[in-house]
């Protein structure tokens, strides 16, 4: 799957569900496996800001849930009614890092196609990693 067909599976969720307000829907995100599965999700809002949920740590869920042992190929994530590509939170990185060490990440970029596709090794140098 090419990363502009990712991206489109993110804005179609989106684009159907937007919604402003105390249990907001503002971004969706797309999660491929590298068995080839495609898991997209909402995040998920509350009434107290702090605690809302980011998109892609629920697609991911999604994806772990329905594959055990899965690993992500590649992630997207989109925001408000236009669907415009963002960047991954500090947090959903760990997420990312963990469940897909060598993911590739859609993030924007000032280029024709306003995107581009990095590893998420470089998005998250020097991973927290817990020493046993
Ligand atoms: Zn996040």
Redesign the pocket.
Known sequence: MTPGALIQKARKLIQKRYEHGGHHAVVAAAVLTKSGKVYTALNVGTYQPSIST?A??IAIGMAHAAEPGMEIEMLAAVRDANGYVIA?????REYIADYGPDARVIIPADNKQGYAVMPIAELLPHKYVKRT
Do not use: L, Q, R, T
């Not at 991954?88 to 959903?92: H, I, S």
């Open positions: 980011c892609e740590i991954p939170c500090g947090k959903c």
